[in-house]
């Protein structure tokens, strides 16, 4: 089993910055991969970024690219999202998520999910 804890959420004003952390636990492998997903309210969750512990591929939805990045630090068992030039479309619960494999975009597809931590971006 794997249990997800993340830190990082607040609130920021447009432009600002923002680092989300999650510290993974309890695994007995480390091959998964790691993702990042939202949700705002009345909406879907939908995909933000997805890194593989395997190796270092990493995929980024459009609706971020070139603002958000995600990394990883396997000594600490840790995946962060590093947010830059936040919008206020980008205010929404982020949600940590593990999976099995190889990384996906589909929320379905993950085994593992952090509690999600709020991200409150003010115009």
């Known amino acids: 089993q794997v249990q997800l804890v993340e830190s990082g959420g607040g609130l920021v004003q447009a432009g600002g910055s923002l680092r989300l952390s999650c510290a993974a636990s309890g695994r007995t492998f480390s091959s998964y991969s790691m993702g990042w997903f939202r949700q705002a309210p009345g909406k879907e969750r939908k995909f933000v970024a997805t890194?593989?512990?395997?190796?270092?591929?990493?995929y980024t939805a459009d609706s971020v690219k070139g603002r958000f990045t995600i990394s990883r630090d396997n000594a600490k068992n840790t995946v962060y999202l590093q947010m830059n030039s936040l919008k206020p479309e980008d205010t929404a619960i982020y949600y940590c998520?593990?999976?099995?494999?190889?990384?996906?975009?589909?929320?379905?597809?993950?085994?593992?999910w952090g509690q999600g931590t709020q991200v409150t971006v003010s115009s």
């Open positions: 998520a593990a999976k099995t494999s190889s990384a996906s975009v589909n929320a379905l597809d993950y085994n593992y």
């Open positions: 890194i593989s512990w395997s190796g270092s591929m990493t």
